[in-house]
């Protein structure tokens, strides 16, 4: 997977990418991560990537010739128009879902937008879509970009160590990831549920999915609300009444 970066701070973004797991997966060849400055571009001395709004307003727009010749440049490069997103306040909600339509595709390209937007014509030419982290307003696109590319090339085959590492994580299956404990066993006066100290591999599993619903349940319920528990064996009905006990009891004790 190739993942093209078109930014006013290629030197803040390769810092980043190219460290730690996504570094090693990049020596690996299992990535390629590039940035590209688009102020290089420009057809102008002052490389002047922005100028005043038409209908007038506050701030400034990125322009669409310098976007646009960065990312024919890109394509060109590349050999076809790779996918195009602009990381945008307007955009999607990126989930757990898009990294993993993402991680299918060979090549990607991130925009990262600055001042109060960029020329809608540039979106409408060359732009497939548009993703945002959440409802709020970052100074520029590259660190939503970042973090898009790193929840996609995660997901690519060999960048971890297998499937295992991110299919318990949380968002994979609509939950979220139950609690996590490490050595020492007792730390200020708090122990380790005694389950993961059993080596009773069925009963740590089956108390690590209800720790993620009853968390779920209660941080995430618009995630909760969308769960539907298998009931089709006995055991997994058994399971299933378990959840709903549990935490019937936690929100009694609750009250």
Not at 108 to 137: A, M, N
Request: proline share 5%; net charge negative; with cysteine.
């Amino acid at each position: 997977m190739r993942i093209d970066f078109l930014t006013l701070f290629p030197d803040a973004v390769e810092a980043m990418m190219h460290e730690s797991i996504l570094g090693r997966a990049e020596k690996k060849g299992l990535i390629s991560l590039r940035a590209h400055q688009i102020r290089d571009y420009t057809a102008n001395r002052q490389n002047q990537v922005d100028d005043y709004p038409y209908g007038g307003g506050r701030g400034a727009i990125m322009q669409a010739d310098p976007l646009y010749r960065c990312w024919q440049a890109v394509c060109d490069e590349i050999g076809a128009p790779a996918h195009t997103i602009y990381l945008s306040p307007c955009g999607k909600t990126f989930s757990q879902a898009d990294a993993k339509r993402l991680c299918k595709l060979e090549n990607i390209i991130l925009v990262c937008g600055h001042y109060e937007g960029i020329d809608q014509r540039f979106i409408d030419e060359c732009v497939d879509e548009e993703l945002s982290l959440g409802d709020f307003v970052v100074t520029g696109g590259e660190i939503p970009a970042m973090a898009v590319a790193d929840a996609v090339c995660r997901l690519v085959p060999g960048v971890l160590g297998g499937e295992e590492c991110f299919t318990d994580e949380s968002h994979w299956d609509g939950l979220l990831e139950y609690p996590q404990y490490s050595r020492p066993e007792t730390w200020h006066g708090m122990s380790v549920p005694e389950v993961l100290l059993s080596g009773d591999h069925a009963a740590v599993d089956r108390w690590r999915k209800k720790q993620s619903l009853h968390r779920t349940h209660k941080r995430r319920p618009d995630l909760y609300e969308k769960i539907t528990l298998p009931t089709k064996t006995r055991a997994e009905k058994k399971f299933a009444a378990e959840v709903e006990a549990e935490w019937a009891e936690l929100e009694a004790n609750d009250d």
